[in-house]
């Protein structure tokens, strides 16, 4: 079954501490993973995909095949990254995680 | 930069009446998505739509809904007789490929009474 799971509901992290926000997929097959990024009263918005290994905002997602994860870090968090983070699978649709809400403390 | 685009933004309507969601895909794009999110809840997938029908359905998209492309950029999302929890946020997204990012719009927020 293709699934996405990200166990974090919350996480709050004070501005310049590491963030990481755990990603774990099911699926059979090569996956297409992303990141999506909704702020406050905005649409959902992609952040970074696995396949480009870019860094987008200081934020990067390696895909790890042997653990099934593609969490997403950033060394130095600021307060704009204030958001909801979605990891998200591509096949034939996109299946998105629940969310996670990143809340960065002054 | 090209956008897709939702009306209305906030639908209110009151049970058993029939409500149409409307989206302007970004014009180059051939796959069109309807997604719903209950508050508090995930991103939820609905349909898909590529070469005017349905490619995939998820269980959620009962006999009440229906989708339409009646004229080339426009991208409807129907829901024939609301019940009070179809009331969520509905996000329309368009791509050009599949497997390939989905750019989705500001959503329209669907409260039934």
């Known amino acids: 079954a293709q699934r996405v799971t990200q166990p974090e509901k919350l996480l709050s992290v004070f501005k310049g501490a590491p963030v990481e926000l755990k990603c774990n997929y099911s699926?059979?097959?090569?996956?297409?993973l992303f990141w999506y990024v909704q702020y406050s009263r905005q649409r959902l918005q992609l952040l970074l995909r696995?396949?480009s290994r870019e860094s987008i905002k200081g934020f990067t997602a390696d895909l790890n095949k042997g653990e099934t994860s593609f969490h997403l870090k950033k060394p130095f968090a600021q307060e704009e990254d204030s958001a909801m983070y979605y990891c998200?699978?591509?096949?034939?649709?996109?299946?998105f995680g629940k969310g996670t809400r990143l809340h960065i403390l002054p | 930069e090209p956008e897709v685009t939702q009306t209305p933004s906030h639908q209110v309507t009151q049970m058993g009446q029939e409500v149409i969601l409307r989206c302007v895909p970004i014009s180059n794009h051939l796959y069109f998505y309807w997604y719903r999110q209950i508050l508090g809840q995930k991103v939820e997938f609905l349909v898909s739509?590529?070469?005017?029908?349905?490619?995939?359905k998820s269980e959620i998209f009962d006999d009440q809904f229906s989708v339409e492309r009646p004229d080339g950029s426009n991208f409807t999302l129907k829901i024939r007789s609301t019940k009070l929890e179809d009331s969520a946020m509905y996000f329309c997204?368009?791509?050009?490929?599949?497997?390939?990012?989905?750019?989705f719009g500001q959503g329209t927020r669907l409260t039934v009474v």
């Open positions: 739509f590529y070469n005017n029908e349905i490619s995939e």
């Open positions: 699926y059979s097959g090569s996956p297409e």
């Open positions: 998200a699978l591509i096949g034939s649709k996109i299946i």
């Open positions: 696995h396949i």
């Open positions: 997204a368009s791509s050009q490929d599949m497997n390939t990012e989905a750019f």
